[in-house]
């Protein structure tokens, strides 16, 4: 299993906007082969970013996502933002899960 962090940061005025993409998203991911969950994880700390975690059976898994017409079409609608709500760019990690 792998995890998956997308560590986005979003300026405080955005922060309500940013969660409300993810609270009515497409859900396109959930139906994907390996797929396992998405949490969105708020900063509790002010210049935190948010991040969006998801848990994969597998890398092939979720590099099948990232190349499907699903993943094209939900991040089509992610728009919604104007570029400006975001105040530095995104950082992608990718981890084995060794323990539960």
């Known amino acids: 299993m792998i995890s998956v962090a997308n560590r986005i940061h979003v300026k405080l005025e955005y922060h309500d906007a940013f969660e409300a993409r993810f609270r009515d998203r497409a859900g396109l991911v959930d139906g994907m082969p390996g797929f396992i969950a998405n949490h969105v994880l708020r900063p509790t700390r002010d210049g935190d970013p948010f991040v969006v975690l998801t848990f994969w059976e597998s890398r092939a898994a979720f590099e099948a996502?990232?190349?499907?017409?699903?993943?094209?079409?939900?991040?089509?609608?992610?728009?919604?933002?104007?570029?400006?709500?975001?105040?530095?760019?995104?950082?992608?990690?990718?981890?084995?899960?060794?323990?539960?």
Do not use: C, M, Y
Not at 67 to 74: H, I, K, L, N
Not at 77 to 93: I, M
């Open 65 to 100: 996502w990232t190349t499907s017409d699903a993943f094209r079409q939900g991040h089509a609608r992610s728009g919604t933002l104007p570029k400006d709500a975001f105040s530095g760019p995104n950082v992608l990690e990718i981890h084995e899960v060794v323990a539960r």
